[in-house]
């Protein structure tokens, strides 16, 4: 049996997708799963499993100049999915692009979301409802699976990388116990305050002798520095350093994460990473990490969940209030109590 994801972004929906692979592979073992995706997760999609991944360069519309190529690039891979044969082609996007490459795929069955929007259900076969605007990514798939007869389990798929060692030599963190920070999202009113991240690592450091991995995109090298600065000897910057390989080997071997409402964190969860999300003007229930090995602060002001870009009550060049009321001893205190629960579980299974 042949199954096609289509999938193409964003980060965290990406991550939230790669159970998707395991779980049709588990019920279907002889199953082949393919994966249409975005150019610059890619790597996400070959760590969940898929057997063949097509890439659409969705970055080379952004500029006139490389339209060509951009079109070319559609274009090749629209004229591939027909002769895969597929029985399966099951749409997790909702959007028209994904809805064309769905029937172009030619697939025996399509699957999607009846609450797709830019008249993408048009080209499913079967439409499962689900209220994306209130639930989670994660359970928005599962809603798809069992239209395939497939139910989660109790053993959750993870995606940690067999081999870690060398990821973590190549960083200089062989032997070292680390935990994950991620300091910077693509909405201000989401980031933390980098001077509560400066004074969690200091603080677990303190206690545990753990080191502090900052990770990111090359733009959160300055918040990074500034971290770094703040507590000298703490942390180690990443930022811009790792790839979806490396960055799964990182999450697996960490301690514990402390991050925002952003992509890597549902990258980390698919990773099994035990967390501490700090969420300030999005829904937990809908964005938060999803599996049972994460805590989640968040502030009780009433105006959220807000789900405003900047905050809009406090001042101009300073964290969101949401995120400022989460002090660094509620991490540190949720990280000890996450711990102990994760020990006392594995004592007792």
Not at 132 to 137: A, D, G, Q, Y
Not at 207 to 232: N, Q
Request: with cysteine; glycine share 6%.
């Amino acid at each position: 049996m042949k199954f096609l994801i289509i999938k193409p972004s964003s980060l965290g929906d990406v991550a939230c997708a790669m159970p998707v692979v395991a779980l049709i592979k588990k019920h279907y073992p002889d199953a082949t799963v393919d994966w249409l995706v975005n150019k610059e997760y890619a790597g996400l999609a070959k760590a969940a499993g898929a057997d063949n991944i097509f890439v659409i360069d969705r970055r080379a519309w952004k500029k006139v100049a490389s339209w060509p190529k951009a079109f070319f690039n559609y274009l090749s891979v629209a004229a591939k999915l027909p002769f895969q044969h597929y029985d399966y082609a099951i749409d997790l996007q909702g959007l028209l692009r994904s809805g064309i490459f769905t029937a172009l795929s030619n697939a025996k069955k399509a699957i999607g979301f009846a609450d797709g929007r830019e008249c993408s259900p048009i080209f499913y076969d079967t439409k499962v409802v689900v209220n994306r605007k209130l639930t989670h990514s994660t359970l928005c798939n599962l809603a798809v699976l069992k239209e395939l007869g497939i139910e989660k389990d109790e053993t959750w798929p993870s995606f940690a990388p067999s081999d870690t060692s060398s990821t973590l030599e190549s960083f200089g963190l062989a032997g070292s116990e680390f935990f994950i920070a991620v300091p910077l999202t693509r909405w201000k009113s989401k980031n933390w305050v980098p001077e509560s991240i400066a004074a969690v690592g200091t603080e677990l450091k303190a206690r545990h002798g753990w080191r502090g991995v900052l990770v990111g995109g090359s733009d959160a090298k300055e918040v990074c520095a500034k971290i770094c600065a703040l507590s000298p000897d703490v942390f180690l910057d990443l930022s811009g350093k790792t790839d979806w390989s490396q960055f799964l080997a990182l999450s697996a071997e960490a301690r514990c994460a402390v991050t925002p409402d952003t992509g890597p964190m549902h990258v980390m969860a698919a990773a099994g990473t035990p967390m501490i999300a700090i969420m300030g003007p999005t829904d937990p229930r809908r964005h938060g990490p999803y599996g049972d090995c994460s805590k989640v602060l968040q502030s009780k002001r009433r105006c959220l969940p807000c789900y405003h870009r900047d905050c809009v009550l406090g001042e101009e060049g300073k964290p969101s209030l949401c995120m400022a009321d989460i002090t660094p001893e509620m991490v540190v205190e949720a990280v000890e109590e996450l711990l102990n629960e994760l020990k006392t579980k594995e004592e007792n299974a």
